[in-house]
């Protein structure tokens, strides 16, 4: 069976494509069959226009047009498409998705905050050793933070911080907010002690190739993170482009998405991060297949 999920976020827009199989050991097997991702950066519309611009609804249809195309090619039987921080602020964002499925065929949701960590946060837990000890799951965005805290396997907490690398770039994220998250994480860390950090998001994936980071584990020290932290922001924006290989738009905002996880990795008293590599997609797709199939496919 091909599963597909389309991620719509602040930053990129995402397909991905994963074959489930049940082996008949009853084991699962699954695998990718494709990624793409777009740089539509829809939150430069939404956070300094309050909407989705007509150009940018224009490349929307024309990506959605071909993620439809690539979904046939590869014999996808079913999707979910989903659509985050941006669209959810955007005061268009209902009128562009209805013009869009009629355009394209495909249906996107909006999805709140909560939803989003829900899903996040139960990926994490079926695919990380996360069964035993108190856990922050912070996934970092273009428009949102989402944070959920886990004790031993099980949700406990979870918020939606109007806390984005491209609200930040913008200068929409006010001291106040950060004060309000630092402080809410700080509470976490005293109730739960000895929390670890799981991150996600293409910001944290980037910082851990570009740390001296355990390959074995996934685990980067927060101080190595500061430390590309510090020498990115002393270079321009093409300088961290030529020097460290970082595309377009990923050169501007690993600086804000630093800061964030600097901050949360203070405020919970953790020196290092574990990065496992899951994304929204992943979520998004694997939630739709435990919920949808995996019954039947056993």
Known sequence: MRLAAIDI????????????????????????VMYMRVPLRLGSDVFTLGK????????????LKAFRQLMKLNQV?????????????????KKVLKKLHEDTGIGLEIINGREEARL???????????????????DVGGGSTEISLLHDGVLTHSHSYNIGTLRMLGGMVSKDAMRQMRDDLSR??????????????????KLFKLCNSDKTT??????????????????SFDERIEQY????????????????????????????????????ADSIIDGLYRTKYAAADV
């Open 245 to 280: 290989g970082l595309k377009a738009d990923r050169a501007d905002v690993i600086i804000p998405a630093s800061e964030i996880f600097m901050l949360a990795a203070e405020a919970l008293g953790c020196d290092s991060i574990q990065v496992p590599n899951i994304s929204l």
């Open 77 to 93: 039987d079913d999707y979910r498409a989903c659509a985050t921080s941006a669209m959810r602020d955007a005061e268009n964002g």
């Open 120 to 138: 996040l946060c139960n990926n994490i837990v079926e695919n990380i050793e996360s069964a035993k000890g108190n856990y922050a799951y912070i």
């Open 9 to 32: 976020g602040s930053n990129g827009a995402r397909l991905l494509i994963k074959n489930f199989r049940t082996a008949q050991d009853g084991s699962q097997q699954i695998s990718r």
């Open 218 to 235: 996934r685990t980067v020290p927060v101080s190595e993170i500061k430390a590309v932290y510090d020498k990115l922001k002393a270079l």
């Open 188 to 205: 976490f860390a005293k109730d739960m002690p000895g929390m670890r950090i799981i991150g996600s998001g293409g910001n944290i994936n």
């Open 52 to 63: 989705i611009s007509k150009e940018r609804a224009v490349m929307m249809k024309h990506m």
